[in-house]
């Protein structure tokens, strides 16, 4: 019972992490600029784009978590726990901020200095 506690506790910490470095990461509205958008489009269509790559990206969050419970007590044996851990966050945020991205652009947003 008390290994399953501490798995359910290790998969509980790493989903904080996670959606903690999602929120702290991702990229502004006042970072994408399109000719004719004002701001409020611009805020509802980056809103959207994070919603939608947040939908794809927890299902992948799911698979880590499933992960971390299957082999967070070898990865503590090891002392290679929270570098595992953070590279999974580390690669979902990525993940989710090169969706945001792709989702913008299609929109016909781009990202850098105002024009």
Not at 56 to 75: C, F, L, N, P
Not at 81 to 101: F, L, P, T
Not at 109 to 115: I, L, R
């Amino acid at each position: 019972m008390r290994i399953d506690s501490l798995f359910r506790t290790m998969a509980w910490a790493a989903t904080c992490v996670a959606l903690a470095g999602c929120f702290w990461s991702t990229p502004s509205s006042g970072e994408w600029f399109k000719q004719g958008a004002d701001g409020s489009a611009t805020a509802r269509d980056l809103s959207y784009c994070q919603r939608e790559a947040r939908l794809v990206t927890r299902e992948e969050s799911k698979i880590d978590q499933d992960i971390i419970a299957s082999r967070g007590g070898d990865w503590q044996t090891t002392g290679s726990y929270s570098s595992n851990v953070a590279q999974m966050r580390d690669k979902s945020a990525a993940r989710e901020r090169e969706m945001v991205g792709r989702c913008m652009r299609n929109r016909g947003y781009s990202q850098g200095k105002a024009k």
